[in-house]
């Protein structure tokens, strides 16, 4: 088991409050990534996991024991380091039997768990190096192999892929997707990466400013953003975020906007600014659209080739409108278009607070 329950965790570094009331549960075989921009306190969380960092308040049960002010060498957690943080006098072999050794497990039993990791992860033909005669990603599997030598409840990872160029980094998410499902067992992630976070977790939580906007399955997070922050940092180019209003019509709601309007479903609702999502790739040149939903005429600015997909960046009133569609596209720079988009791929956030309007 490997349960995490984090309660109204704060920390805060003299004036600056890097993690704000934080609280989540991570269930016992989650891949949970911790996203969000530099700076949000991504970091500061998975240190006051790991134990090498005291909450200034809140409460962290592992399993549900307290661990709040546990030392680190006692949780039964291992953490990955975004540098490895190997040790550059010892072997391979030595590295990865390091956190048996100092839990003083029998000297037979320290060599079969080293071979046996070593195979785990293909550095068995290693082990007898230093970590300077090794590659970036030979050293990430050492440090990774170092972690699950002793089989904690949960592996806490920093930025483990950054370090690596972007192919082997595609290929090293796979493996550690792979590891994650072959060892069952709770691994905590932290990255700016979305790509990362969308292709490896199970449950992402969205960090800013030291809170937590949305957790949920990258499918949840990606097509219900909770809030307007999480609708503009998933997604690449991000979802279209255009100022509206929202109000009440004879023909049912109705969005509009500087130069577009959408006709959403029947029924009423209090007038009100709004901010109106919609994702590039929802949107597309149609001529003969009779809605519910979106409709914006637009002029095509430029366009974007980018191999497989074409990006078209269009103006609509003050705004610039991002459109996304496989090639060959029928846009053309300098073109008058309607963009139009169906009625559930719209967002509507409230303008004040930022918060989903369901
Ligand atoms: P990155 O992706 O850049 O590593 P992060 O999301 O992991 O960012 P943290 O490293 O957790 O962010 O930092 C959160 C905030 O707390 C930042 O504003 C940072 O400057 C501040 N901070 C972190 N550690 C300390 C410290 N030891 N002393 C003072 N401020 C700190």
């Known amino acids: 088991m490997g349960s995490i329950r984090i309660e109204g965790i704060s920390r805060k570094f003299k004036n600056v409050t890097a993690v704000d009331d934080v609280s989540m549960d991570i269930r016992d075989g989650d891949f949970l990534v911790l996203l969000g921009p530099s700076g949000c ?28 002010t546990a030392p680190a060498k006692r949780r039964d957690v291992a953490m990955v380091f975004q540098n490895y943080a190997l040790y550059p006098h010892l072997s391979v072999a030595k590295n990865l039997g390091f956190p048996l050794r100092v839990r003083r497990v029998p000297k037979a039993e320290v060599a079969a768990r080293v071979d046996e990791v070593a195979a785990q992860l293909d550095i068995a ?10 590659s970036g990603g030979q050293r990430q599997r050492v440090a990774v192999g170092r972690a699950i030598v002793r089989s904690p409840k949960a592996f806490l990872m920093d930025e483990p892929l950054s370090n690596l160029d972007a192919k082997l980094r595609t ?20 990255t700016h990466d979305q790509v990362e976070a969308m292709t490896m977790a199970t ?26 922050f999480v609708a503009g940092f998933l997604g690449s180019p991000p979802m279209n975020l255009l100022p509206a209003s929202v109000a009440a019509a004879d023909t049912g709601v109705v969005v509009s906007g500087d130069g577009f309007e959408a006709r959403l479903w029947p029924g009423d609702c209090p007038t009100r600014p709004i901010t109106l ?5 929802h949107l597309s040149p149609t001529a003969e659209f009779s809605g519910p939903g979106l409709r914006m005429p637009a002029r095509v600015d430029s366009i974007e080739n980018l191999g497989s997909e074409q990006i078209a960046y269009c103006r609509v009133g003050d705004e610039t409108v991002c459109v996304r569609a496989p090639r060959p596209i029928s846009l053309l720079a300098g073109q008058n278009v309607i963009l139009t988009a169906p009625v559930d791929r719209l967002h509507l956030f409230d303008a004040d607070s930022g918060r989903r309007l369901e």
């Open 125 to 134: 033909h290693l082990v007898d190096r230093k970590p300077k005669e090794l």
């Open 41 to 68: 306190g991504k970091t500061t969380l998975l240190r006051m996991i790991a134990g090498l960092l005291e909450p200034t308040a809140g409460q962290i049960l592992l399993d549900d024991n307290d661990i709040t």
């Open 171 to 190: 290929a090293t998410r796979r493996e550690l997707t792979d590891l994650h499902r072959r060892l069952g067992a709770t691994f905590v992630y932290v």
């Open 277 to 281: 999502g919609v994702r590039p790739e």
């Open 203 to 228: 449950r992402i939580a969205l960090l800013n400013n030291g809170r937590v906007e949305q957790v949920g399955t990258p499918e949840q997070v990606y097509d219900t953003p909770a809030s307007v």
